[in-house]
């Protein structure tokens, strides 16, 4: 008799397939569904990031780097941020300058949007304006907030 069809090899055989058949059947399903799901999931179009870029009359003032390193210096007395131009997001603005081209200007900017949840955001930072096509290009934003919107149906709002 050889190996594989011993009595105690076909017993597990058998025994296998006893203990794993309801494992099968109960994940069926939900394998079933999952897959459905990923298909339903792939058709579904891609959310684009909203890419914000303010408008040029929001543009305030035009500036060098080292003015607006200067002035955006940070100075912690506890030595909690290091003493950096944006303090902890100097890595940030670092990228941000090395995306610029010889020919762009830096500008402050204070704008104000709508975002989709219907808040208005108040954004300021620096942005850079391409001179040769007189268009507006990445941003580097310092501060941010949003106010909620108003609800002219609230009850007690003035």
Known sequence: MTEANTPKTVLNKIAQFILLSPVLLLMSPMLIYWTIEDIRFKRRPKA?????????????????????????????PLDAVPRLPFGHENSCWVEFK???????????FDAQIENEWGCV???????????????????????????????????GVP
Do not use: M
């Open 48 to 76: 684009q990031p909203h890419v914000f870029k303010p408008k040029i009359s929001e543009l305030i003032e035009r500036l060098s780097i080292d003015t607006i390193e200067a002035a955006e210096l940070i100075y912690d």
């Open 121 to 155: 955001e108040y954004c300021e930072g620096y942005a850079s304006v391409r001179i040769s096509t007189n268009e507006i290009g990445e941003c580097f934003f310092t501060r941010s907030s949003s106010v909620p919107r108003t609800n002219q149906h609230d009850v």
């Open 98 to 108: 090395s995306h610029l081209e010889v020919d762009d200007e830096l500008w402050s």
